[in-house]
């Protein structure tokens, strides 16, 4: 398999995994994330464990042509302009956007997203599979 290929699985694999507990408990999922989230430092840490992935896509698109290379390419630069740009040097805001965001939906609305992402990250695992 190629990175590109391990790349896309990753990615589905993460989505898939991150968003599956959305499905089955809403909002104890959204209480995990706002403890998770909850001050300046836990905050500045996710960015800092995040930009890794963010920079391991940018590594595995590069080189490969492609819609796939390109979208996984151009996720890379957005996670690492979000965890570099804007989660360390400015948690405060971000976790103030995020409260906001992640406390306006209603359980429904989380379950049905949850499922959407599921769905979506096993069809990304499964391109991916394919490469």
Known sequence: MSPLAWALVLIGLLIALSRGPLVFAPGATRALYFRLFESDARMRIFGLAMAPLGAALVWAAAGEAGSAAALVRGLGVLMLVLCLGVFVPFPGPARRLA???????????????????????????AYGFSL
Not at 100 to 117: C, I, R, S
């Open 99 to 125: 409260a906001k965001v992640w406390g306006g939906f209603g359980e429904t609305t989380m379950q049905v997203l949850g499922f959407a992402a599921v769905v979506f990250g096993i069809a990304l695992m």
